[in-house]
């Protein structure tokens, strides 16, 4: 005889075995364990607190919910499809410790406010890590900015070479970047800080409960206000998912990035044995399949942001069992987000970056060329005009195999008579790199004054 289902009343025959497996979670839900004890903590304070029930009902189901965390956490819970989801386990679980009383624990609540608690407390431990992480990361590539101030590489459009710049400017640009994320990442705090816990299976309960003793127990800022938005949202987990989403885009640009500039033709950068793969046919390759599967990695979490859209897209409210279908894909993008941030970080920190490689490579090319129209629209002439002075030198240079920096001065000053000796230095990279320093430009001065606002902005952020 199978055991009875803790909603068993009302049916006559049971659900087949196949049947009941599609529609269990505990596969999955059972990472939720520890969020469903403390939930049932707050809960059993508050029904004792309120008289719900009597004190030592409380404290006797109290005491037990402790044990099986205690059990928990030393892994010595086991959980039974046939109880279908977490909490009918938990609460099963505690009835074979405590006995009958264990049934009072359910008294003004449902499975509905408890999921959706469950979730949000476990969305808001892993947004705290979320930030945490992404501090460090934004603190590597600020080091990294730090050690390249006059480090010149190429800048590209279209990945043409555009005009030199600072690696010390390219690793700000993704500081940035990474910094709105963690913005992102903490608004979505805010939204997910809230408890649903006693709006009870929709509609409320005429129970005398407290909601704002067990938010407060729980450490939520405030209760929801609404009960049937209390059971029925999954903004919270949708904000989160498409927070992470850009956040994998981001990581996945940088990623790809890092993969062309440790290619033979780029050759910019080196990663580290501990971040590098080999090949098991070919001896001589050093792979960066870390970096490629964070690239690779970014689609699961956009897969999970779209299949969470199309699940609530046309819900009616309150609780559908399709919610149940929230969990594998948040749990899901935590994951990924969580690792791929510090293996991210890690190789960052531990690759080597080929100055005079990335010098080199600005060099023989014409990413200079706006060096000498600037220079001419400095002297006067408007800027069109020297712009097509320019392009025209360039296809002569390229027609005949050199670059600007090889046209000799008498040729120059046939272009121009304003052009003097001083334009060879205006060519360099170095000196191209360094003068930008209008707001946000790559010139020294300006990522200086960036790198400061970084440190400000991040002692700001680990005060958190
Ligand atoms: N396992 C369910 C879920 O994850 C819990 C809520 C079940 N509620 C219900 N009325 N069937 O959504």
Same mark, same amino acid.
């Given at each position: ?325 929230? /969990? +594998?894909? %948040?749990?899901? *993008?935590? #994951? ?7 293996? @991210? &970080?890690?190789? $960052?920190? !531990?690759?080597?970056?080929? /100055? +005079?490689? %990335?010098?080199? *490579?600005? #060099? ?7 060096? @000498? &129209?600037?220079? $001419?629209? !400095? ?24 670059? $600007? ?60």
């Amino acid at each position: 005889m199978e055991a009875k289902k803790l909603w068993g009343g009302r049916f006559e025959a049971s659900l087949e075995e196949w049947v009941e497996e599609f529609g269990a979670s505990i596969r999955f839900d059972q990472k939720l364990a520890k969020y469903d004890i403390q939930g049932s903590l707050a809960h059993v304070q508050m029904l004792g607190a309120t008289g719900v029930i009597s004190l030592e009902e409380a404290q006797s189901i109290q005491a037990g919910l402790e044990e099986l965390l205690n059990d928990y956490e030393a892994g010595k819970l086991v959980f039974d499809i046939q109880n279908e989801d977490i909490h009918m386990n938990i609460e099963s679980l505690l009835t074979e410790k405590i006995g009958s009383v264990a049934g009072k624990l359910h008294t003004a609540r449902s499975r509905n406010d408890q999921v959706a608690t469950d979730m949000h407390l476990y969305l808001k431990d892993t947004l705290f890590q979320v930030v945490d992480k992404l501090t460090n990361l934004r603190q590597t590539l600020v080091n990294l900015a730090q050690e390249h101030i006059e480090t010149v590489m190429p800048g590209y459009t279209h990945l043409q070479h555009a005009q030199p710049i600072s690696f010390a400017q390219h690793m700000l640009a993704y500081y940035n970047m990474f910094s709105r994320d963690s913005e992102r990442f903490a608004f979505n705090i805010q939204h997910t800080d809230i408890s649903p816990l006693g709006a009870a299976a929709l509609a409320g309960t005429t129970f005398p409960i407290d909601r704002q003793l067990t938010s407060d127990l729980m450490g939520f800022s405030h209760p929801y206000t609404n009960s049937l938005d209390a059971v029925s949202d999954r903004d919270f987990i949708l904000e989160f998912l498409s927070n992470a989403s850009i956040l994998m885009m981001h990581m996945s640009r940088l990623c790809e990035e890092i993969i062309n500039w440790c290619s033979h033709e780029y050759k910019f950068v080196t990663l580290s044995d501990t971040f590098s793969t080999g090949s098991s046919i070919m001896p001589q390759k050093k792979n960066p399949d870390m970096a490629e599967l964070i690239r690779g990695k970014t689609g699961r979490v956009y897969g999970n942001l779209v299949g969470m859209l199309t699940v609530m897209k046309s819900l009616p409210l309150t609780y559908n069992k399709d919610l149940q279908e929230d /969990k +594998e894909g %948040m749990f899901d *993008s935590a #994951e990924t987000i969580l690792v791929s941030i510090d293996i @991210l &970080a890690g190789m $960052l920190q !531990s690759m080597t970056v080929h /100055k +005079e490689r %990335m010098a080199q *490579s600005t #060099e023989k090319d014409f990413s200079n060329a706006t060096e @000498l &129209a600037d220079y $001419l629209a !400095s002297k006067g002439l408007p800027f069109r005009q020297a712009h097509e002075i320019v392009g025209k030198l360039v296809l002569e240079c390229s027609k005949a195999g050199y670059y $600007l920096q090889d046209v000799p001065l008498e040729r120059y000053q046939e272009i121009s008579s304003i052009i003097g000796p001083d334009i060879y230095t205006a060519l360099e990279s170095q000196t191209a790199v360094s003068r930008r320093n209008s707001l946000g430009g790559t010139g020294f001065e300006s990522i200086r004054w960036q790198i400061q606002q970084a440190k400000e902005q991040l002692s700001a952020s680990k005060g958190l």
